[in-house]
């Protein structure tokens, strides 16, 4: 087998992983990790975290256990899981233009991709 072929597997297990996992975005069970925004605090799984976007505002997710986004408005937060489970847009066109600002400022100072 090559590398590309390796490659390949990865990515479908990958994928079989996050499909499998994102069923229980803000389930409690099986979680190992939790997000703090300004009031609330979100259950989320590092291998999702990890497939779906890169930053979070850390240099390696795998040492951390809560990541601390209370400088974030709980809607914001939330939107961004919603983004990184279930792949729905990070914005709508009848989203206010505020929160377009604020949902774009927390994405670039999480580094998310």
Same mark, same amino acid.
Do not use: C, P, Q
């Given at each position: ?5 390796? @490659?390949?597997?990865?990515? =479908?297990?990958?994928? /079989?992983? $996050?499909? #499998?996992?994102? %069923? #229980?975005?803000?389930?409690?069970? &099986?979680? =190992?990790?939790?997000? *703090?925004? *300004? ?5 989320? +799984?590092?291998? $999702?975290? #990890? ?8 240099? =390696?997710?795998? *040492? +951390?256990?809560?990541? =601390?986004?209370?400088? +974030? @408005? ?11 489970? +279930?792949?729905?847009? /990070? $914005?709508?066109? #009848?989203?206010?233009?505020? &929160?377009?600002?604020?949902?774009? %400022? ?8």
């Amino acid at each position: 087998m090559d590398s590309g072929e390796r @490659e390949g597997e990865e990515d =479908d297990h990958s994928k /079989l992983l $996050v499909t #499998n996992i994102k %069923e #229980n975005y803000d389930v409690a069970a &099986f979680s =190992d990790i939790k997000l *703090k925004s *300004k009031n609330r605090v979100f259950h989320a +799984h590092k291998i $999702v975290l #990890n497939t779906r976007a890169g930053g979070w505002g850390v240099k =390696d997710l795998s *040492k +951390h256990h809560l990541l =601390d986004l209370s400088g +974030h @408005e709980d809607s914001i937060v939330e939107r961004i899981l919603k983004w990184t489970y +279930h792949g729905i847009s /990070l $914005v709508t066109i #009848n989203d206010s233009h505020e &929160f377009k600002l604020k949902m774009l %400022e927390s994405s670039t100072k999480l580094s998310l991709t």
